[in-house]
């Protein structure tokens, strides 16, 4: 179990397409443990292999009391619109509105590679569609109208200079616990 370092936007991995997962192996099961324990030191709620530098068809979500671990995820069906503002542990500090699906199904296979489906509404629905985003080269600023997208990146260029070669190092322990709910919008995707 480790705490891995994070991919920052600007990180090509970051815009390419992952690899399904043909077999899970041990060695995918370790990486999705260190993705767990990286997503929570981040205090996250989702994190995608590219964001710790794997090109692996993989996340990892945990929003409330679920935890999932989703191999070669794809999202079987879709209901209704939500907005809602979002964040990228990608791409700290930086956040936008953005209109998803506001019910989605998913199917995946699990750590042992048994195929499962799971649907989410609000956070944990958001979090898969941003999540799966991932996986497919894409990111949530992806999503923002023109004169949005450049008003996150004006953010982004104030921030981007504390990540050398586009890594963000986060410390070994979970941030002493901030309070979930004390921000309004969630950077923790
Ligand atoms: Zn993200």
Redesign the pocket.
Same mark, same amino acid.
């Given at each position: 179990m480790a705490v891995l370092p994070l991919t920052v936007l600007g990180h090509p991995i970051l815009r390419q397409a992952t690899t399904p997962v043909t077999v899970v192996t041990d060695e995918l099961r370790r990486l999705a443990d260190d993705m767990i324990d990286t997503m929570r030191a981040a205090d996250g709620v /989702? =994190?995608?292999a590219p964001?710790v530098g794997r090109s692996e068809r993989l996340c990892v979500v945990e929003v409330g009391e679920t935890l999932l671990t989703l191999f070669n995820p794809e999202i079987i069906a879709r209901e209704g619109k939500i907005k809602w503002e @979002? /964040?990228? =542990?990608?791409?700290p500090d930086v956040f936008g509105w953005v209109e998803r699906s506001a019910q989605v199904t998913v199917r995946a296979l699990d750590r042992d590679g048994t195929p499962f489906e799971v649907t989410g509404t609000e956070l944990l629905g958001v979090c898969l569609q &941003? @999540?799966i985003? &991932?996986l497919d080269g894409k990111?949530?600023i992806d999503h923002l109208s023109f004169l949005k997208r450049r008003s996150a990146m004006a953010d982004w260029d104030e921030q981007k200079g504390k990540y050398p070669n586009q890594i963000r190092v986060l410390p070994a322990a979970p941030a002493t616990t901030v309070a979930h709910g004390e921000h309004d919008h969630d950077q923790r =995707?």
């Open positions: /989702g =994190l995608a964001q @979002e /964040g990228c =542990l990608s791409i &941003h @999540e985003d &991932h990111l949530f =995707l």
